[in-house]
């Protein structure tokens, strides 16, 4: 029988069927453990007597509470956050785990740093602390975020209990103009289908637009499916998936690489496959997005205006957001830009943001930071000298870490500052209590630091030519 | 894990749609190391002005604040898959969340935890949730072997679970435990699946 990609993957990871209501005993391949989710799942297995059943399989980094100050050092000046460090690099000593601690040459944010190390590879079934564990879809495994509870579970005992997802195929068609990007094309997505369009399912992103997106591209639109309450997004990986993976350190090499390669390319939807659901959306059509209220899902165009209507939601998110009904979004003054997370902080994402920037000067009055997704991509980001061209027009270039995303650490926004933000979420109080955040691609927010407010990046590139 | 069966107790009503994790549980309660404390945190930013109880949040209201069930809007717990979030609304004494739709992580917490998500059909929902606005008609009793949810004065409402979901939370049950009793069955999945991977 014709099977989907998600079928194929929970097919041969079921090590028992517990019931008719679909749920199973799933054996997962690999975990992410970071800081903040962890501590008391290993505070559960210590009293309990459990041991970690795989420790291979287990990679942990510290990501969100970490400062990124340029100059950083081990010492950690706020005393909760220093405790969860300490307390996961205690946890990894004592059941064997690797861990990438603050200092490490790897440190950087999970979703980031997890593929940029091989650690995730096609036909994998991933699990981790944190719902953009939906990032993973891109190479073709299946990623989904889970709590702290699972996370003991599957510590103890390499699997979880499952229940299966209905199926959603998404089918992205044509070109992308200009200056339109795969952040757009997401949340194009999250705002046709609504925050709960996805909610139990797994989608799978098809179409002839998937194989001209990158690798990385891949990553930022199966990150935010979870922002329409996906619990995992696929796109069956190609040769570009292959060629990004082979020669990454924890990629097979040689003879098993081959042996990988000839698996891997059986990961697709068989033709035929039956899709529970099925949305088709034309990407040609698309125009640079920007969200306008404190949900993922409430997001126009560039060249669009927050609803004019009394819905209720509505009402509260523009009471919060400081907006009026049938406002236009461009022209909007922010007062903080910044570029980061694991949505939007890979390599693409600031080579994309130093094109806008290079020549430029950020707008007086705007406080513009550029935190990495991990050391090795800002490693990499001087090595080509995007730092220094960013530096030059007034961003502050960091040190990575989830960073302001979602602020838990030093770098979070006070009440009524507007931020145009490459992040995933928008939610009240994510970015600092009373913050304000547009949510747009990395090259939409260097331009509104450079204007000092929400506009077109077309339009911005266009002048200079 | 305390097992749930019959509890009978005030039910708040708090409607908004796609409520998330951040909102219910803000960053500055992720912290710690420990589950403990997190009573505090359960809606903080819209609990507290200025660090006093803000009278005009429901939960601080004398007919709503010893609830022990929330009627909610859809996409209830949305966002972040911070576990915290359901730590600190048991801490608060909320033992069942009644919704027309439920995240899925925020789904799995709960389950984890004993705390009962209970999805019903919107109408029903919305039914629910006018009828817990009036502070004379805001106790229910939850009857979970029974899959029943009655009021006095109200036709009782039935509702689904997978059974499972339902014998883990009437057992309070230890989900480590039960997997661990399949070791063996486990440790010959492994081996068969790895020798086919041996790249793993």
Redesign the interface.
């Known amino acids: 029988m014709a099977k989907t990609l998600y079928h194929k993957h929970i097919d041969?990871?079921t090590?028992?069927r517990?019931?008719d209501?679909g749920?199973v005993?799933l054996?997962i391949?690999r975990q992410v453990l970071n800081e903040?989710?962890s501590?008391?799942a290993f505070?559960g297995l210590r009293q309990?007597g459990?041991k970690v059943?795989?420790p291979q399989a287990q990679l942990t980094v510290v990501d969100h509470?970490n400062p990124t100050t340029p100059n950083r050092i081990a010492l950690v000046t706020?005393s909760?956050?220093a405790?969860?460090i300490s307390?996961l690099a205690e946890n990894c000593r004592d059941f064997g785990l690797e861990h990438l601690d603050i200092l490490d040459v790897h440190q950087g944010i999970e979703h980031v740093v997890a593929p940029e190390l091989g650690f995730i590879?096609p036909?994998m079934v991933v699990a981790a602390?944190?719902?953009h564990t939906t990032t993973y879809g891109a190479l073709g495994a299946f990623g989904?975020?889970?709590?702290?509870?699972?996370i003991?579970?599957l510590l103890?005992?390499?699997?979880l209990?499952y229940?299966q997802l209905k199926t959603m195929r998404v089918t992205l068609s044509g070109a992308l103009g200009p200056w339109v990007s795969a952040k757009d094309i997401i949340m194009a997505l999250v705002a046709k289908i609504g925050?709960?369009g996805a909610?139990?399912y797994a989608i799978e992103f098809a179409g002839s637009t998937v194989k001209d997106i990158s690798v990385e591209g891949r990553m930022t639109i199966c990150n935010m499916a979870v922002e329409a309450?996906a619990?995992g997004a696929f796109m069956a990986p190609d040769d570009k998936v292959f060629a990004y993976l082979k020669d990454k350190p924890r990629a097979?090499k040689g003879e098993?690489?081959d042996?990988?390669l000839a698996?891997w390319q059986q990961l697709y939807s068989d033709p035929g496959a039956h899709f529970d659901q099925e949305v088709a959306l034309d990407v040609g059509a698309l125009a640079p997005m920007v969200s306008w209220g404190t949900?993922p899902?409430q997001a126009t165009t560039i060249g669009g205006a927050v609803p004019n209507d009394a819905d209720a939601?509505h009402r509260?998110a523009l009471d919060y957001m400081a907006l009026s009904p049938a406002q236009a979004l461009s022209g909007l003054a922010i007062s903080h830009a910044f570029i980061g997370s694991c949505t939007n902080a890979r390599i693409e994402d600031l080579r994309l943001a130093a094109q806008v920037a290079k020549g430029r000067k950020v707008a007086k009055g705007v406080r513009a930071l550029v935190v990495p997704g991990s050391s090795a991509v800002r490693r990499q980001a001087e090595a080509e000298g995007l730092a220094q061209t960013l530096m030059e027009a007034g961003f502050e270039w960091r040190q990575s870490g989830c960073s302001m995303c979602?602020?838990?650490n030093d770098d979070v926004l006070g009440p009524g500052d507007r931020c145009a933000s490459s992040t995933n979420?928008n939610?009240?109080?994510?970015q600092g209590?009373g913050a304000r955040t547009h949510l747009m691609s990395p090259a939409m927010v260097a331009a509104a630091a450079i204007t000092g407010a929400l506009v077109d990046v077309r339009t911005l590139m266009e002048e200079s030519v | 894990m305390r097992p749930f069966d019959v509890e009978t107790g005030i039910a708040a009503p708090y409607g908004a749609a796609n409520v998330d994790t951040d909102v219910i549980m803000p960053k500055q309660f992720l912290k710690g190391i420990d589950r403990s404390g997190l009573d505090k945190g359960v809606f903080f930013d819209q609990r507290f002005l200025h660090d006093q109880p803000n009278p005009g949040f429901i939960l601080n209201q004398a007919a709503w604040q010893q609830a022990a069930f929330l009627v909610v809007g859809p996409n209830f717990g949305c966002g972040s898959s911070r576990e915290h979030a359901v730590w600190g609304l048991m801490q608060l004494g909320i033992r069942a969340i009644i919704g027309s739709s439920f995240a899925g992580i925020f789904f799995d917490n709960c389950q984890r935890n004993g705390l009962l998500l209970i999805e019903l059909p919107e109408p029903e929902t919305a039914a629910l949730l006018a009828r817990v606005s009036h502070p004379q008609h805001n106790r229910l009793t939850i009857n979970l072997g029974a899959q029943r949810i009655s009021a006095d004065g109200m036709a009782d409402i039935a509702f689904e679970i997978d059974g499972l979901r339902k014998a883990a939370i009437l057992a309070g049950q230890d989900a480590i435990g039960v997997t661990l009793q399949r070791a063996a069955d486990i440790a010959a999945f492994e081996q068969r699946y790895l020798g086919e991977r041996p790249w793993l």
């Open positions: 041969s990871h090590i028992a517990l019931d209501d749920h005993l054996y391949d903040y989710t501590p008391q505070s309990a459990r059943a795989r509470v706020d909760q956050a405790r969860q307390y590879l036909g602390g944190d719902s989904f975020g889970i709590g702290t509870s699972q003991e579970h103890a005992t390499q699997t209990v229940k925050a709960d909610t139990g309450g619990r097979p098993l690489w042996q990988a698996q949900s899902d939601q509260r979602l602020a838990m979420r939610f009240e109080g994510r209590a």
